[in-house]
């Protein structure tokens, strides 16, 4: 036999390699299969989306679903890039402060009219309000979370100060004067982790009535900075720079980086989305003892602004019916309490947020669930050009404002006067 | 002149200098994929874990499908190098032998291509692909990395060709072998270390490739593992840090490897292309 010469046999190699790693039709057999991506990522949450797939796909043999794995990090340019090849999943789990571009851009299909009224009535108007874009809306609010003050309660009980509940928290002014008696010995009442400081602070100033984004009689959005703005900045700012009693090493730090100086005592508290429970729970150290606290109150109570996750279907699903009875499978109370709990996050649903499993005191889920009533949309989420505004102008003004390079003056000017001439380019 | 001792002596301390700098990234990963969660929740944390554990590549393997994503990867890192070589020989050649404007042009097109950011090709190449019913196919991706790579594999291997004196060419012309016989005869065996380092650049660029893996792989049964690695990644940057240092510690290995096997074959070869030169 006539041997192959060694060029020839490295071709068919890679032929044959490449054939055999084809991907392959599927064929025709009259089902509808729906993609569903999913950025679940916590085994448990995992879990608890495969197996709601396969409990829907057992029961509707001619609607099959599939799961696709996406991933928080990368989802926006990935889904961009699908919307415009027209490859989009069908259905798409993705946070609300990522839809407007979405759905200003056609991407998304209204669901209004999708939507059965059960799940329209379930989830209550403000958290609509923030998948709400123009008239449509873009999404269907599932799973949010509130920034809580996370407490070591052996410091708090040893410092004998009095316990914040959400009937009744701390005032700003309480929480800087328990930060301050907290402090010394090269420890600090908290641990601001800021490394993204923009979203914490517009979502914290809700609370005494800060908005920053105004939006007038023409529809034009322009930013202030006024008293009530100022209120959450200046305490992180003075507890920073004035009294000592916030660490100014953990500014640049995101949340699971001060987990180390908390454990050690180095922290009495840290601001902290409320699913980070499931890390303290799986990394402290045996015998610590925490507690869940909620963010200070100011004038409009414990108000709070977050950006929920959502479940959105494409534009140009063929099967848009069939992806919308999908998402209110999903969204069924008892399935949106297996979603909440495999996230330690709280549902948006007010039956789900009913569920006992909710209310336990157990890593202070009851705290949370407290907490729900007073979530509102993040103030910038449909403001067009809050992107920019975030990285070019906020971002580097509040770091240096709150690591003490700059003053509440220069704070303002930066926010107020080169923010608006961000934010006129797109309303132009 | 040979340098004097307290010299080589300071050549050797800045060496192991830049190694234990080279090595950290990876020693501390290593430390970090054996280490049970309290131990990672440290303020003070060691170098050896305390109490090591396997946990975090059980609960690695369990979670995502790290087996079959790095069997992807391999397959389309391997072909995809295997055919810019293939491509990339005979025009680097031609390059490196015809001199003209038009070769200098192509070697500047091949250097300013380099500069093209992934996002403004992604989506022209999503619909070309698309229209190929190439999108969530591994030939497909293994096309693009072709493509990505080449110029760059092109550009390397012009370096080795010039570094083949042409007067071996030329005295197997006198002795009448034709142009192909002369390339497969004379100068690939000498271009051979040249072409199993561009062979590794374009696998290793292949093999960490993460945008285009992520936009045109859509089912699980396809990702590459870079992509799978992104899965073990929460929302505002949180990370199940254990299970993702411990795949990201496999995921290094096949480089690993692959670079221990070849590294004496490939610094020997750029050391004779140097004397020759």
Redesign the interface.
């Known amino acids: 036999m006539r041997r192959m010469s060694r060029p020839a046999a490295v071709a068919a190699a890679v032929t044959l390699l490449l054939t055999g790693c084809s991907s392959g039709g599927t064929a025709d057999d009259g089902k509808i299969t729906l993609e569903f991506q999913s950025l679940a990522w916590q085994k448990e949450s995992v879990d608890a989306n495969k197996q709601l797939v396969k409990e829907w796909n057992a029961a509707h043999p001619d609607i099959q679903v599939k799961y696709v794995q996406g991933s928080w990090d990368s989802v926006h340019d990935q889904l961009l890039t699908s919307f415009e090849g027209g490859e989009a999943p069908d259905v798409i789990h993705d946070a609300s402060d990522d839809l407007a571009d979405f759905a200003y851009g056609g991407y998304l299909a209204d669901l209004r009219d999708l939507l059965p009224d059960r799940l329209k009535s379930d989830i209550p108007q403000h958290s609509w309000e923030t998948a709400t874009f123009g008239d449509g809306v873009y999404g269907v609010p599932f799973l949010q979370e509130p920034r809580v003050l996370i407490a070591n309660a052996k410091i708090l009980d040893a410092a004998g100060v009095r316990i914040p509940t959400p009937e009744k928290p701390w005032s700003w002014e309480e929480f800087r004067a328990v930060t301050k008696k907290l402090s010394g010995d090269k420890k600090f009442g908290v641990a601001w982790p800021l490394k993204e400081p923009v979203s914490a602070t517009l979502n914290l100033s809700l609370s005494a009535g800060g908005r920053m984004f105004h939006r007038g009689a023409d529809g034009k959005v322009t930013v202030r900075f006024d008293a009530a703005d100022q209120v959450a900045p200046r305490t992180v700012h003075d507890q920073v720079n004035t009294d000592a009693s916030a660490s100014g090493a953990t500014l640049g730090m995101g949340g699971s980086d001060t987990l180390p100086g908390f454990f050690a005592g180095k922290y009495a508290m840290v601001p902290l989305g409320f699913s980070y429970r499931q890390q303290i729970v799986q990394q402290a150290p045996k015998g610590f003892d925490w507690k869940v606290l909620p963010a200070p109150a100011g004038r409009d109570g414990l108000a709070q602004g977050v950006s929920p996750q959502t479940l959105s279907v494409a534009e140009d699903s063929p099967h848009k019916k069939e992806a919308a009875q999908f998402i209110d499978f999903l969204l069924r109370p008892p399935n949106m309490v297996r979603l909440a709990l495999g996230d330690w996050m709280l549902p948006t649903g007010t039956e789900a947020l009913k569920d006992p499993a909710l209310h336990t005191e157990k890593n202070d889920w009851a705290t949370g669930t407290a907490l729900a009533g007073d979530l509102r949309s993040a103030p910038a989420q449909s403001v067009r050009g809050y992107a920019e505004w975030k990285d070019k102008v906020a971002t580097p003004a509040l770091q240096e404002y709150y690591s003490g390079s700059i003053g509440l003056g220069e704070l303002r000017k930066r926010l107020v006067k080169d923010g608006n001439l961000v934010l006129a380019r797109y309303q132009r | 002149m040979r340098p004097s001792r307290p010299a080589r002596a300071g050549q050797y301390l800045a060496l192991l200098a830049y190694l234990v700098f080279l090595a950290f990234p990876f020693l501390w990963l290593i430390s970090t994929a054996f280490k049970p ?2 131990e ?6 060691t170098w050896i874990p305390k109490d090591p554990t396997l946990a975090n590549f059980r ?1 690695a393997f ?2 995502q499908p790290l087996l079959r994503a790095a069997a ?1 990867s391999v ?2 890192a ?2 995809a190098a ?2 810019a070589v ?1 491509i990339a020989t005979p025009m680097a050649y031609v390059m490196a032998r015809h001199r003209s404007a038009l070769s200098r042009a192509a070697t500047g097109w091949v250097v300013v291509s380099q500069a093209f950011p992934f ?1 403004l090709l ?2 022209p190449l ?2 070309i692909l ?1 229209n190929l019913h190439l ?5 497909g991706l ?1 096309m693009v990395y072709v493509v990505w790579s080449l110029p760059f594999a092109l550009w390397m291997l012009v370096g080795y060709v010039r570094a083949v004196p042409p007067e071996l060419e030329e005295a197997a012309a006198v002795d009448g072998a034709g142009k192909l016989r002369t390339l497969v005869s004379v100068t690939a065996p000498l271009l051979a270390p040249g072409l199993v380092a561009t062979a590794l650049f374009a696998f290793i660029t292949a093999w960490n490739e ?2 285009f893996a ?2 045109l792989m ?3 049964e ?2 590459t593992l870079p ?1 799978v690695l ?12 254990g299970p993702l240092a411990a795949a990201a510690f496999l995921a290094t290995l096949p480089s690993l490897v692959i670079f221990a096997l070849i590294q004496r074959r490939l610094t020997g070869g750029m050391l004779t292309g140097a004397v020759k030169s």
Do not use: M, W, Y
């Not at chain 2, 999108?135 to 030939?139: D, E």
């Not at chain 2, 992104?230 to 840090?241: K, P, Q």
């Open positions: 969660p309290r990672l929740a440290s303020l003070h944390p609960q369990d979670e992807n397959l389309v391997v072909c295997l055919i293939v996002v992604i989506i999503f619909l698309k999108i969530n196919s591994l030939p293994t993460f945008f992520l936009v859509k089912t699980p396809r990702q992509v992104t899965h073990f990644l929460g929302a505002e940057g949180v990370a199940d840090l």
